[in-house]
């Protein structure tokens, strides 16, 4: 699904008009479209509604909202925020609307004490701060305890940057008209979208003329996975490298190569310290394993560099870092692996912050790589505010993956995943999956698709969303807050049999 900016949407609409459709006949189908979709969300009959309007063209989709509600048996009101129409589209159709039947109030003389909001006070083209009237417009609503129905963009947010203003309305249910837009998926407007469907209101393919970012589809992951050949073996699905792994960290080897075992690597190797060889041995009893020297403070020593690369060849895939630690030994070990490697290499983690301060390292490396750090850890590459890089993810992910030639995977609510040209944000997950061992998990899947033949853009892609999926799975049976990524893994094998096609 496309996500655009307030102007990306705005130069569509145009073509539109231009070739297609009037204005009117839009907002007409914008607003049936949208009550439709509230209606089948909710159930809204008898039930109190009013429909919030400001000045301009989304108080035209209000109009008709309202109209329609009202002849579906709500008791709906159309509140005007400020001033009647005057621009004609919405003019006519608030006159059809009050023709029909239906109360128009004033936002002055009206308590929002009511079952539903449907707010339409703003669209695409709010920014800044809101002057009044609509200020305390913003705040009455964030105090009603009106379940609130925002139509395209919740009042307050900027479609484009994903800002929010002081008492931006938080909505519980979004309806996008057409193509979601950044507001939907970026921080922190994002939290304030509650449920987001989008709907289609006619507009020709034809009018979309841009490179826009987009979502990660199911249908799209399904179709790299196929049916495997009956005469299948173990090296038919690669060979899988997890450079992973410490005495106070072997948990992150372990998940990272248990989430690679259940993703479908056909051999995986555990290069790791010594002094974790115990423990994750413990845990692990499927993967091939290359204990190397460590150094007294349990992490990988200088001195294990030769039996560390010494897989190179063998690899199809190498997840490096998790769990590894920081320090001049992993730091040495880590150099010599990205400078080593014959296949491409999943970057996460310590493997990350081990190269905070050199990252022009990247475009000496002579394989593909993924990275795949969390706000935090991308400060540390780039040298920005972790608030700096929420507000521009986009963006700053696209000009560093084009500037240092690798995938990045930027993590968080919303992943976004960009080859420097591409870019894909991800809409699966939840707030469950923010703890300890996610991210690791995240890689050793990563290295698996990878092992298998995918590229690693693909990958990264099919990782995402599916480690997303799996959270979501695990937290239908647990809970956000008692969920574990053990869990998480364990939906693992189910999910990737559902996605063989034949």
């Not at 920014?127 to 964030?142: I, L, N, Q, Y």
């Not at 970026?186 to 507009?203: D, E, Q, R, W």
């Not at 403070?297 to 590894?324: H, M, P, R």
Request: net charge negative.
């Amino acid at each position: 699904m496309r996500i655009l900016t307030a102007d990306e949407i705005r130069l569509v609409e145009n073509l539109c008009f231009e070739k297609y459709s009037t204005e009117a006949e839009l907002m007409l189908k914008a607003g049936t479209a949208c009550f439709e979709k509230m209606t089948k969300e909710y159930d809204m009959k008898n039930k109190s509604v009013l429909v919030l309007c400001g000045n301009g063209k989304n108080a035209g989709d209000g109009f008709v909202i309202a109209r329609l509600l009202y002849a579906h048996g709500t008791s709906a009101k159309i509140v005007l925020c400020d001033k009647e129409p005057s621009i004609p589209e919405p003019l006519m159709y608030f006159n059809e609307a009050k023709a029909s039947g239906v109360e128009i109030a004033h936002i002055s003389d009206t308590a929002l004490d009511c079952d539903y909001i449907v707010d339409c006070i703003f669209g695409i083209g709010f920014h800044g701060e809101p002057r009044a009237p609509f200020d305390s417009v913003f705040k009455r609503v964030s105090q009603s305890r009106a379940k609130t129905i925002s139509v395209d963009t919740p009042s307050g947010t900027d479609a484009t940057t994903g800002a929010v203003c002081q008492n931006c309305v938080k909505a519980d249910f979004t309806v996008a008209i057409s193509t979601l837009k950044y507001c939907h998926i970026l921080p922190p407007a994002n939290a304030y979208c509650g449920k987001t469907v989008t709907v289609n209101i006619g507009i020709p393919e034809a009018c979309y003329t841009g490179e826009y970012a987009n979502t990660i589809e199911y249908e799209d992951v399904k179709a790299l996975f196929k049916k495997r050949d009956k005469n299948s073996n173990k090296g038919t699905f690669g060979h899988q490298l997890n450079i992973c792994g410490s005495y106070k960290m072997f948990g992150a080897a372990v998940i990272a190569t248990e989430a690679a075992l259940r993703s479908g690597a056909g051999l995986v190797k555990l290069t790791l310290p010594e002094s974790a060889y115990p423990l994750a041995a413990s845990h692990l009893t499927q993967p091939i394993f290359n204990p190397v020297l460590s150094n007294e403070a349990g992490t990988f020593s200088q001195n294990a560099i030769y039996g560390i690369t010494e897989n190179a060849d063998w690899a199809s895939s190498i997840v490096l870092g998790c769990g590894i630690g920081v320090n001049d030994d992993t730091k040495a070990v880590v150099e010599a692996v990205l400078k080593n490697a014959k296949a491409p290499i999943i970057l996460d983690a310590d493997g990350i912050n081990c190269i905070k301060g050199r990252i022009s390292i990247l475009k000496e490396i002579k394989v593909p790589v993924v990275l795949t750090p969390h706000p935090g850890e991308m400060s540390g590459l780039i040298s920005k505010q972790v608030a700096e890089i929420q507000e521009n993810r986009i963006e700053i992910s696209k000009n560093f993956a084009r500037e240092m030639h690798v995938v990045l995977v930027l993590k968080g609510a919303d992943t976004v995943v960009t080859d420097g040209y591409s870019v894909f944000v991800n809409t699966t997950g939840n707030p469950g999956m923010a703890m300890g061992g996610s991210g690791d998990m995240l890689s050793g899947m990563l290295g698996a698709f990878v092992a298998q033949g995918l590229s690693p853009f693909d990958a990264a892609k099919a990782a995402v969303y599916l480690h997303g999926l799996c959270g979501d799975m695990a937290a239908k049976s647990y809970g956000e807050k008692g969920m574990l990524v053990c869990d998480m893994t364990e939906q693992l094998g189910a999910l990737m049999s559902n996605l063989e096609s034949s």
